[in-house]
């Protein structure tokens, strides 16, 4: 009674990833009430409650470890089957790669080295869009296989490696600045309007801890953009200061249309690439390409 039955593990995930029983049902052409009774007699065996019937459904933490599993079941599978020759005779589609992503990567480098992935066999990404300090979340649910983050910490189950250091730098436009930052920079900049990508985004206040000491925050009076261009934008208009990535900053500060506010002071973020230690040739091909893209875009760690 210790095995956990494969048709029971391919109905939690296919529900997970329909969101609810009705659709996994007819994702797998089986009735909903066939959904139901697998789902529960893997909890059975498990002894653990899997799901939370929300809408949609989400696993809970020990439904998460089932999920891994049969991510990386259905991995082994597809890939073992295309090395036996026997993909285009059981209909297999293209690879699925669900990938977490931050949104500034996803803007500047992330994209063109996705482009570089040789598509024989073809590669379908889903890419997650998370802040670099969350998107191990994703990972440790399942959800995804692979991610940029910020913490050099594997997950269980998977292997970190870096990929260099992402630099920002703290802009405003001029008129901004003549508005609002006139006296000491760290000063103004505790009162001034400023961006940040979402209620999580800490960089802003990082940087000023980093001017001024460990209780330094940015103003509450703050500007939510949850864009990576709609935040260099919102900053070029004048709406707030905030830390924008050098690629998207340094063309900005040659034309005169952003005020690099502090010079010597950047704030660079390191990235890493944690996958699952799954021996996938589609996975390792796609960090090789992700690992040799952020050579050339990031600045190397150390």
């Not at 956990?4 to 969101?19: F, I």
């Not at 979340?137 to 260099?164: I, K, N």
């Not at 009076?221 to 340094?250: F, I, K």
Request: charged content about 20%; overall charge neutral; hydrophobic content about 45%.
């Amino acid at each position: 009674m210790d095995e956990l039955p494969l048709d029971q593990v391919r109905t939690l995930l296919a529900v997970v990833d329909e969101g609810t029983f009705d659709a996994a049902a007819a994702a797998l052409h089986v009735t909903p009430s066939a959904i139901s009774q697998r789902v529960k007699a893997l909890e059975q065996r498990t002894g653990r409650v899997l799901l939370m019937r929300s809408k949609p459904v989400r696993a809970t933490e020990s439904g998460q470890v089932v999920i891994r599993f049969a991510r990386q079941l259905a991995r082994l599978e597809r890939d073992a089957r295309a090395e036996l020759g026997m993909g285009a005779a059981q209909g297999l589609g293209p690879v699925r790669l669900p990938i977490a992503v931050n949104a500034d990567s996803l803007a500047t480098w992330f994209l063109p080295a996705l482009a570089r992935v040789p598509q024989d066999p073809p590669v379908c990404f889903e890419l997650h869009r998370e802040d670099e300090s969350h998107t191990t979340a994703l990972l440790r649910e399942g959800q995804v296989m692979a991610a940029v983050t910020s913490s050099p910490d594997p997950v269980a189950g998977c292997t970190a490696r870096a990929l260099g250091l992402a630099r920002y730098l703290p802009v405003a436009s001029p008129a901004f600045a003549e508005r609002h930052l006139t006296g000491a920079l760290a000063r103004d900049l505790r009162k001034a309007p400023v961006i940040v990508f979402d209620r999580r985004d800490d960089l802003q206040d990082a940087f000023l801890r980093s001017l001024v000491g460990p209780d330094a925050a940015a103003s509450p009076a703050r500007h939510h953009v949850p864009t990576s261009e709609g935040y260099c934008d919102a900053v070029a208009a004048g709406l707030g200061w905030g830390l924008v990535p050098d690629s998207q900053a340094e063309p900005l500060v040659r034309s005169g249309e952003l005020l690099l506010l502090a010079p010597r002071r950047p704030m660079d973020v390191p990235l890493y690439w944690q996958q699952w230690k799954l021996d996938s040739p589609a996975l390792s091909l796609v960090a090789a390409v992700v690992a040799g893209a952020a050579a050339e875009a990031l600045l190397p760690v150390g």
